[in-house]
Structures are given as C-alpha cells and as structure tokens.
C-alpha cells in the first residue's frame, strides 16, 4: 500500500470516529434532556398541585422513565440530573407561576405520560 492509501485510509477512520463519537455525545445529551424533563414534569406536578407520589408510584414512574432512556444514564448522573431539575423546577415556577406556559408543558407531560401510571 502506498503511503497516501495509508494516509486517506487513516484519515477516514478519524472521521467515522469523531462523527460516530459526536453520534454518541449527541445521543448521551438528548437521553440526559429527556430525563430531565420527565423529572421537572414530577416536581411541576408536586410543586403546583401540592401532591406527592407515594413508593409504589414512584416505583412505577421511575421504572417508566429509565425504559424511556433505555437504562443507559449511570445511577450517579440521574441523581445528580434529579436534583437539577427539581431545582430549575422550583426556579421556573417562582419566577413565572404554575399558570406560564413552561410549566404548563411539564404539567402536560406529567398528566399525558406519568399520571395514569
């Protein structure tokens, strides 16, 4: 083989891996926003409805949430991604009230996906 052979081949390889890398750092990004998500969902609800979910619904509800993101954020992460959102949870509504429309859109969440479980 030919040095320049040697070299596009080599070339190539670095980019199937840096575009399959940044597949996967993308991928890693959307499961960490949608666990989020479904984590401000549970606050919205808790915060604006002044409910909470007893053990077994929280069992049921997380169990949903970790086949959504296919098992694959670590255990670490999800707790520290929970106590993000519930953060910007109570953040978002102090600021702009159970009525706005972002929490409104949590509320939705939390009714259409994790309500009836």
């Known amino acids: 083989m030919s040095k320049s052979i040697v070299t596009r081949l080599a070339a190539a390889a670095l ?3 840096s575009v399959l890398g940044t597949a996967g750092l993308a991928a890693a990004q ?3 926003a949608m666990y989020s998500q479904y984590h401000q969902a549970i606050r919205a609800a808790e915060v604006c409805r002044d409910m909470k ?4 619904t929280w069992s049921k ?3 949903y949430i970790d086949q959504k ?3 694959e954020i670590p255990a670490g992460q999800r707790l520290t991604l929970i106590e993000a959102a519930k953060t910007d949870t109570r953040v978002l509504v102090e600021k702009k009230g159970c009525d706005s429309e972002d929490v409104g859109a949590l509320l939705g ?8 479980l």
Do not use: R
Request: proline letters at 4%; hydrophobic letters at 40%.
């Open 15 to 17: 980019v199937t891996g």
């Open 30 to 32: 959307d499961m960490n």
């Open 61 to 63: 509800v997380s169990t």
């Open 109 to 116: 969440l939390y009714d259409s996906e994790l309500a009836s």
């Open 69 to 71: 993101i296919n098992y």
């Open 53 to 56: 979910l007893d053990p077994a």
